[in-house]
């Protein structure tokens, strides 16, 4: 028997979104962009453009929007 998530709960393809800012690289031990040009973190760089999206790709089911 599946675990009731796994029974029941949908799944979405997550396509070819690139999540990345670019010329930046995610440094895993500090848990932060990384301008890769000039070491800077990205948060704290002035020089370099800002990401255009805010979330991370999610998918939005609607289960939110409670009382709609």
Same mark, same amino acid.
């Given at each position: 028997? #599946?675990?009731? +998530?796994?029974?029941? %709960?949908?799944? @979405? /393809?997550?396509? #070819?979104?690139? +999540?990345?800012?670019? %010329?930046?690289? @995610? /440094? ?41």
């Amino acid at each position: 028997m #599946d675990h009731i +998530l796994l029974a029941y %709960g949908r799944t @979405y /393809d997550r396509g #070819d979104i690139e +999540l990345a800012p670019p %010329g930046c690289d @995610y /440094d895993i031990r500090i848990g932060a962009w990384i301008v890769k040009e000039s070491g800077d973190l990205l948060v704290a760089s002035f020089e370099h453009p800002r990401p255009l999206q805010t979330k991370k790709a999610d998918v939005e089911t609607g289960e939110d929007q409670k009382g709609y």
